[in-house]
């Protein structure tokens, strides 16, 4: 019946990862992968966890959404050399479908075009965070990120609450 979790997590590690540019994880993500190379009670860092994607040959690796102060939330970029951008942004409410979608896309899509990975990250949390702040609700579902925000008439339009 198919790959179980474990080894999906696995073939990301192996063959995945060490061809990707970029890697886009959520902390539990990263942590619940992390437990493939983690001896057994042995409590990991988020610094040495990315260090082991980005030793397997993965360039860069974001972490999203783990916690800042307040109502904020911090998007970490770590590099293969070691380098460490932090980003925090304001947790807007409500429950969202396609938000790490919107943001792995914007930061790609910078990157082909030439700008650097941090300048790049800057801008596509600003865009995700308008399409999130511009989400709409179909039906009784998720809000959904409204990614042609910047294309409407600016008065009038109706942001997700």
């Known amino acids: 019946s198919g790959m179980s979790d474990e080894d999906i997590v696995a073939s990301i590690r192996q063959i995945l990862a060490p061809q990707a540019t970029v890697l886009q994880l959520s902390q539990s993500e990263l942590g619940r992968m992390a437990e493939l190379w ?16 980005t030793a397997r040959g993965c360039q860069y690796v974001l972490v999203t959404g783990t916690a800042g102060s307040g109502h904020k939330r911090t998007n970490t970029l770590f590099d293969r050399d070691e380098g460490v951008t932090t980003l925090d942004w304001q947790h807007l409410p409500g429950h969202f479908l396609g938000a ?9 899509a910078l990157m082909a075009r030439g700008m650097d990975a941090v300048e790049a990250l800057r801008l596509a949390q600003e865009y995700t965070y308008g399409a999130l702040l511009h989400a709409q609700r179909f039906g ?3 809000l959904v990120p409204n990614r042609f925000y910047r294309l409407l008439p600016q008065d009038g339009i109706k942001k997700a609450s």
Do not use: H, Q, W
């Open 38 to 53: 983690r001896e057994a009670g042995v409590e990991g860092s988020l610094e040495t966890d990315v260090a082991e994607l």
């Open 100 to 108: 790490g979608c919107t943001l792995s896309g914007a930061l790609v």
């Open 140 to 142: 009784m579902g998720k």
